[in-house]
Nanobody
Framework: VQLVESGGGLVQPGGSLRLSCSGS????????MRWYRQGTGKERELVAA????????YYADSVKGRFTISRDNVKNEVYLAMNSLRPEDTAVYFC?????????????WGQGTQVTVSS
């Protein structure tokens, strides 16, 4: 199982970035996909989530209206489009695949990609 994030980097306040996460080794389409982030000295927090099929995405209040999560189950990829970035969005962003089925939980993580918002 592998989740590989990409697209992080340094951006000025007000700028945009698009993170990508490519999954392999598991049935991508049957998993809910989530983006978490962890700033220096902070706890990891859930930023956005998208169900495996149908349903509405979830967004943390801090990113609502600025971030958009989407997925492509053919390419086995999930994306996080981030607009109007703020210094407080600076963090390592992690991709997560989660499924709970028939009493069994599968929970996979990527290695993270750094996003730095600074002038």
């Amino acid at each position: 199982v592998q989740l590989v994030e990409s697209g992080g980097g340094l951006v000025q306040p007000g700028g945009s970035l698009r993170l990508s996460c490519s999954g392999s080794g598991f049935t991508f389409g049957s998993y809910a996909m989530r983006w978490y982030r962890q700033g220096t000295g902070k706890e990891r927090e859930l930023v956005a989530a998208i169900p495996s099929a149908g349903g509405s995405p979830y967004y943390a209040d801090s990113v609502k209206g600025r971030f958009t999560i989407s997925r492509d189950n053919v390419k086995n990829e999930v994306y996080l489009a981030m607009n109007s970035l703020r210094p407080e969005d600076t963090a390592v962003y992690f991709c997560n695949a989660f499924r709970r089925r028939f009493g069994r939980t599968n929970d996979y993580w990527g290695q993270g990609t750094q996003v730095t918002v600074s002038s």
